[in-house]
C-alpha cells in the first residue's frame, strides 16, 4: 500500500499505523477536524456507559438531512457508533481520533455553513454508501453518492483540512488519464475508503465532487474512487 503524501499542511501526526492524519485540533471553520475533544469523550463514555445514551454519529446529522437522507437514501440505514466494533472506538478515544469513524463535518463550499459527508450501510446487502451533502441553509444537497461492495466496519471517513494532496504512486496501480495527480483544495475535504486500505481524498474545487487517491488504488477501481 502507498503511503499518504500530504503537502502544504504540516500539522499532522504519525497513528499507530504509520499514517499521516490531522492532529485534532480545530479552530477555523475549514478545519473541522478540531471540533471539542468532548466528542471523543463522548464517544468513550457511549461505549462504557451502562444505561443507554444517544448516539453519537446521529447526533452529528441535523434534523433536516436526516428527513432528506431517509427519503432519498431509503435503502440504506443512517450510520451509528454501534457499526463500530467497541475495541476499534476504545482505540479511537485513546489516540484522540474523530469520534465517528462514519460522519465528517466540515465547510466543504466555503459558505461559512457545515456541510456532511456519511457512510450509509444498506438495509439487506453487504453495501455501504458514500454521500456528501452540502448545506444549502434552508435544504440539503445531496451531490456525491458512491457505493461500494464492502461492511460497514471495513470503511471510515475523516475531515480534511484545506492544502495540496498529491495522488500516491506505487507499481500497483496504473495511471488513468481521468485520475487527478493533485488537488490545491482552498476548503475543508474529507478522506474516505477502507480502513487500512485504499482511500481516496474528496473536495468541492470548481463546483464539482474531485478526489484523489491517497493510496493506491486497483486499476478497475481508479475511475470511480472505489476502494
Known amino acids: ?118 457512510i450509509l450501510r444498506h438495509k439487506t446487502d453487504t453495501t455501504v454508501r458514500l454521500v456528501a451533502a452540502l448545506n444549502l441553509e434552508a435544504d440539503w444537497e445531496i451531490g456525491l453518492k458512491i457505493d461500494w461492495p464492502l461492511a460497514v466496519g471495513e470503511v471510515e471517513i475523516e475531515p480534511l483540512p484545506p492544502g495540496l494532496y498529491e495522488q500516491a504512486r506505487d507499481g500497483s496501480a496504473t495511471a488513468q488519464l481521468d485520475n487527478l495527480a493533485s488537488i490545491q483544495a482552498d476548503f475543508a475535504g474529507f478522506v474516505a475508503g477502507q480502513r487500512n486500505g485504499k482511500q481516496a481524498a474528496y473536495f468541492w474545487v470548481n463546483g464539482a465532487w474531485q478526489h484523489v487517491w491517497l493510496t493506491a488504488p486497483d486499476d478497475k477501481t481508479a475511475k470511480d474512487g472505489a476502494p
Not at 499542511?9 to 499507530?16: M, T
Not at 443507554?52 to 443512517?78: F, I, N
Not at 465547510?107 to 457545515?114: E, L, N, T, V
Open 1 to 118: 500500500m502507498g503511503a499518504r503524501r500530504w503537502a502544504g499542511n504540516k500539522n499532522f501526526r504519525r497513528d499507530r499505523h504509520s499514517e499521516q492524519r490531522p492532529v485534532p485540533n480545530v479552530q477555523h471553520p475549514n478545519a473541522p477536524y478540531n471540533l471539542p475533544m468532548l466528542f471523543a469523550l463522548a464517544a468513550a463514555a457511549a461505549i462504557a456507559a451502562p444505561t443507554p445514551s444517544p448516539d453519537l454519529c446521529q447526533a452529528m446529522l441535523p434534523p433536516g438531512l436526516v428527513v432528506k437522507l431517509s427519503l432519498s437514501q431509503s435503502q440504506y440505514e443512517l450510520p451509528r457508533l454501534s457499526d463500530i466494533p467497541a475495541d476499534r472506538l476504545k482505540a479511537n478515544a485513546v489516540e484522540g481520533g474523530w469520534p465517528c469513524p462514519l460522519v465528517a463535518i466540515g465547510d466543504f463550499d466555503g459558505d461559512s455553513r457545515w456541510d456532511r459527508a456519511l
